[in-house]
Each structure stands twice: as C-alpha cells, then as structure tokens.
C-alpha cells in the first residue's frame, strides 16, 4: 500500500485549494492532491476581475457589495457569508497584491477597477419624478469594483498562489485523482486516489481533509467549464449520505462562444460592449432598461433566449451578437470613463477575449460583433459548509469531523440562486483562507485516528469490477446522452414535463452505466477508466440537480420554471438540501436562509428586506 500522511490534504490547486494550502501550511504539514497539474487548474479560466470595493475610482463600499451579492443571488444568498466575503475581499485583494500579482494601474498608480453586471452604488442624483431613461430616474448605477488584470485575472491569481505555495513548502501530488474518502463513524479520515502515471492506488491519512474540486458544468452539452470539471469531490460526499445544496440553480453565462461554449468574459460588456440581436436592436434595454448589457447573468441569459424564439436571432439562427469594437462603443457612450475609445484601447484591455475569437471563431471583434449564446458555466450549489468552511450533514449545521470545502465545490452560500460575475475569485480566496486557518485549527487540536485495515480495499474492487466487465456500449455515448438532456430539459427554461423526462433519462443512463466496460485494460495513464469514473460522478450530481429543480416550484435566479414564472417567497425562500435515497433517487429538503438584522425604530427588522429583482 502507498501510505502517506499530512495534518491536512487539499483535493484540488485551483484558487480555492491553493489559497487553503498558503494559509494552512502556515500552521501544520499540508499536502494537495489535484487530478492536474496546479496551474491547469480552471481558475486559470477566469477573465474579468475580481470584485472589491476599494474605491479606487469611484465612491464604494463594502455594504454596496454585499447588498448587490444578495440582490443578485435573488435573496437566497446567507447574508452573514456575503457580509463577510464582502468586508474581506478588500484584505484579500491586498494580500494578493502584496504576494505579487500584477494588477493593472490606475494613472495614479492604484489597483484599476473596471464594471461588472449586477454590481452597483446608489445614485446620489435620484429622483423618482424624473423621466423614465433620464440618469436622475435610475436609483442606482453601475459601479468600478472588479480589479483586473488585463482578460487574465484568474490565471494571475493561480499563478500567483502557486509560486507561493512552493516557497511554503506545500507537498504537491499532481496527476492524482481522488477516487473515495475514507469515512469511519461519520468522520473523514482520509482519501484514496489514483496515480494516473502508474495506476496505483495511494491512502493519504489525514487529520483535515478538504475537497476544493471546482465546479461539474460537463454535465451539460454547452460549457464554459473545461473538460476535468466532473464534481468528483461532491458526488463522492453525495455517495456517502452528505447533502448536497441548492442544485437546481446553476448559472448559464450569457456570452459563450456560438456551439463552443468558450466564454467570452463579461469585461466586454463591463468596458462597454453591446448586445445585438438579428434586426440590429439593442434587445437589453427592453429586459433591464436602467443596467441594460450589465444586468445580472441569469437576466441576460434568459433574454438572449426570448429573442432568439422570437425570431430575433441572427439570420434566424440561436444566437445574437455581442459588439466590442470601439466605433460601437463610442456610438452608446458605454465606455467605463464616458470618453471616446479607439481599437488600441480596446485590444489592450481585452486581449485574450479577442485572440479567442480571432481563433475560435474566424471573427476579428475590432472589425465585426461575434456570435454568442448563453452557455452552461457555474454551479452555485454544492457541498454545504458553515463560515468556517466545514461540511454539514444535516439542516440543523453539524458539521462532518474532519471535512472541509470551498469554492465552487461548496455552498457557503454567497451566491444565492445567481452568482454575480467576478464573485467566484473573491469566494476562492475568502472563504479559501478562512477554510485553511479552520482545518489547520481543526488539525492541531487533534491526533490522528487509526484508519481501517484495508482503506483502499473497496476502491481497488469497483475498479477491479469495471476492468473486468465487456464494453457493451460506449461510454461516450452514455455521456452525451446526458449532456444533450441536461442541456435540452433542464437548462436555461424548465417545466414539469422536461424535468421528469431529464430525470427518468437521467435514471435510465445510471442503469446503463452499471453495465459499462472500458476497452483499456492497461494501468499506466489509462484516461479512459478515469472518464468512466467522472461519468459516474457527473451521473449523480445530473440526479441532484433535477432533483431539486423538479421539487422547487417557483422561478428564482438561475431556476426559471415556465410553469411556476414567479418567485414564491412563501413556499421557497428556503436552500434545498438534496439525499441521495439508494440507486436513482434523491430526496429532497429544506433550511432556511440566514438573514442579518437590525434595529430600526424599536424593532428588529431585516437588513436586506426583501424586493422584486429588477435591472
């Protein structure tokens, strides 16, 4: 047996994990395991910004923010985690800063900020009287909060953590991929993962174990997410009886590449792009008159997809037009400074937004708008966790001994039924630093627990089991079945009948999968056999998701159910939590959603009451 053992394991190098691992190794003996090498890791994708309100360029604060989180998570946001990712952002950006990362610069010197859809100040100028479409009629207005470097934000940040991480003296095991956690009485001793180089099982024992996995968007035909976002870490933790939480909404980003899925940053719109559809209209400003192109995503989405059944797509095809060149956005006046632009400006600010569709697309975007349409590109469900970053199990907060997550694997939840755009990298380093100094806490309290006497025995059968079976269909076809109905049947528009076929197919594929060999009966690197596995994985969070999509009758963020168009406050202003309940099933339940409150006038009321969602 390969045996290794550290105070704290980190599954996953992404922003989250590695951000985990700097703080941890401060403290105890930290390794990180990750399926990749570190700096693949999909943070890596990551383009436009990172929000804080630093107020470098404009008057902000960190109260602004946290109501725009909670307005943009369509009031299912837990207020305490979004207060305190959003006073704690402004230190992470300076650690960050003070480690190295290149942020571009003000004239002045200062971190440049840019906008960003959903993120907003009040409008010191607001009269309710004045005309509809004046500026004075707009109670607020957007705001300069996303720091940038260049269209690369995400892929600085994970470069920037990596390099620390190695002059901390953090273990790296790259190319091992989890397989199970060693669970013993409800507690998380450990994981089993596989070398892919050699195909040998390793047991790490660990007093911490955290699972920074990322996000399981290849569930869906259409994503944004590269392809080794499976969601191992949550269906794993779904399989040995942990919830899963709020599945139902995920996010589909308004701007991917046309059939691709590549996104094409929401910078464009923050420095000033503008969407068309066929006939050459500016269709947001119907949906959301006062944020028009910078309205939340789950908005403009949804927006993109009535055009297109209307008949408004381009040449009458599913997509519509996303326009950067500078002579458009002078025309708007939607440039971020209100100034004229040029084509140098804008290829200086979004260069890898135009290479990508320079060479994805055959389209030059300083000289024509590119096609787009909303593709499949966050999950704002996952494991729960409490602030600290530990796993729950059940609805009253206990948590899990031993287990950790955060980022896109977890629900914290500061992103509510919609996740606003440059969210995602403060969640990884807020709430990836607090789990790190929670698990280190966690592990320098205690000894190490004696693990089974064969703790990779069960992983070694399945294996086994799989190996040995015939290859009766391919399993990409499996795959691709379940991509086209996740796409098809719960997507961006749900109802009762695509939900109950999506979750008879989903049960039928599950069936099928039990029967699945792999032609590849070889150890060294044998991806084939990893894929099966991801499958499976992908299988049970597709379960999930319908699951909870199917049970929560009511329209909300991300989850547009054209059966139930409105938002039901009554019923479902609550997190689901979802059970797996033995083969092709799941139960679904509920918490509630934390809310902050205040004295006002004698009385405690809400901080953040609750509103119609408008843009």
């Not at 207020?79 to 190295?100: K, N, P, S, W």
């Not at 994503?223 to 779904?238: E, F, Q, R, V, W």
């Not at 589909?252 to 910078?267: C, D, K, M, N, V």
């Not at 999509?549 to 997190?575: I, K, M, V, Y």
Request: net charge negative; glycine share 10%; hydrophobic share 35%.
């Amino acid at each position: 047996m390969n045996y290794h053992r550290f105070d704290c394991i980190i599954v996953g190098a992404g922003g989250a994990g590695l951000m985990a691992a700097l703080e941890s190794s401060k403290r105890v003996g930290t390794a990180v395991v990750s399926k990749l090498y570190p700096t693949r890791s999909h943070t890596g994708a990551a383009q436009g910004g990172i929000a804080a309100a630093l107020a470098n360029l404009e008057h902000d604060s960190w109260e602004n923010h946290a109501y725009d989180t909670i307005k943009g998570g369509d009031f299912l946001v837990d207020q305490t985690a979004a207060e305190i990712l959003c006073r704690e952002a402004v230190e992470c950006i300076y650690d960050l800063e003070h480690m190295g990362l290149p942020f571009d610069r003000t004239a002045e010197g200062r971190i440049s900020q840019r906008r960003f859809g959903g993120h907003t100040k009040p409008n010191p100028n607001y009269d309710p009287t004045a005309a509809p479409g004046t500026e004075a009629a707009k109670p607020r207005l957007p705001v300069m909060r996303a720091c940038h470097a260049a269209d690369r934000t995400g892929h600085m940040i994970l470069q920037t953590l990596y390099q620390q991480c190695i002059k901390q003296g953090v273990t790296f095991f790259d190319e091992f991929h989890m397989l199970d956690l060693i669970m013993v009485d409800g507690e998380c001793r450990g994981i089993v993962a596989i070398e892919i180089a050699t195909g040998e099982l390793h047991v790490f024992h660990a007093k911490s174990v955290m699972l920074a996995t990322g996000g399981f968007g290849r569930m869906f035909k259409v994503s944004s997410n590269a392809y080794a976002l499976t969601g191992d870490g949550p269906a794993i933790a779904y399989r040995h009886g942990i919830p899963l939480q709020d599945m139902e909404f995920y996010q589909f980003h308004p701007t991917g590449i046309y059939r691709l899925g590549i996104l094409l940053s929401e910078a464009c719109r923050g420095d000033g792009g503008v969407m068309f559809n066929g006939k050459g209209e500016r269709f947001m400003e119907v949906y959301a008159p006062n944020l028009k192109d910078l309205a939340s995503r789950d908005v403009c989405s949804r927006s993109i997809y009535q055009e297109v059944r209307a008949g408004r797509g381009v040449d009458g095809k599913d997509y519509v037009y996303l326009d950067i060149r500078a002579e458009t956005i002078n025309k708007y006046k939607t440039s971020p400074t209100g100034g004229t632009v040029d084509s140098a400006w804008v290829e200086k600010r979004l260069p890898d937004i135009i290479d990508f569709a320079r060479t994805y697309l055959g389209v030059d975007p300083i000289k024509e708008p590119m096609p787009i349409q909303p593709t499949a590109h966050y999950a704002m469900g996952g494991l729960p966790t409490n602030l600290n970053g530990q796993v729950l199990r059940d609805s009253q907060g206990d948590p899990v001994p031993g287990l950790f997550s955060a980022g896109e694997s977890a629900c914290v939840s500061v992103h509510g039924a919609n996740r606003l755009g440059t969210n995602s990298l403060v969640d990884l380093v807020v709430y990836g630093r607090r789990t790190g100094r929670s698990m280190a806490a966690y592990a320098l309290d205690r000894e190490f627990k004696e693990l089974p006497s064969n703790p990779e025995g069960p992983t070694k059968s399945s294996i086994d089991s799989l190996l040995a079976r015939p290859r009766s269909e391919p399993w990409v076809k499996l795959r691709d079945e379940m991509q086209a109905t996740m796409m098809d049947d719960c997507g961006v528009y749900r109802t009762e009948e695509s939900l109950t076929r999506a979750r008879d197919k989903i049960a039928n594929l599950k069936e099928r999968y039990k029967s699945v060999g792999v032609s590849d009966k070889g150890s060294v690197f044998n991806t084939g056999l990893l894929e099966v596995l991801e499958l499976g994985c992908l299988l049970d969070l597709s379960e999930a998701t319908v699951a909870g999509a199917l049970a929560r009758q009511e329209s909300r963020g991300g989850h547009s159910r054209e059966d139930f168009p409105d938002r039901d406050d009554s019923r479902f202003f609550a997190h689901s939590l979802i059970w797996r309940a033995g083969d092709n099933q799941a139960n679904v339940t509920y918490k509630p959603v934390d809310i902050v409150m205040i004295e006002k006038d004698g009385e405690q009321v809400p901080k953040y009451p609750l509103e119609i969602r408008k843009y």
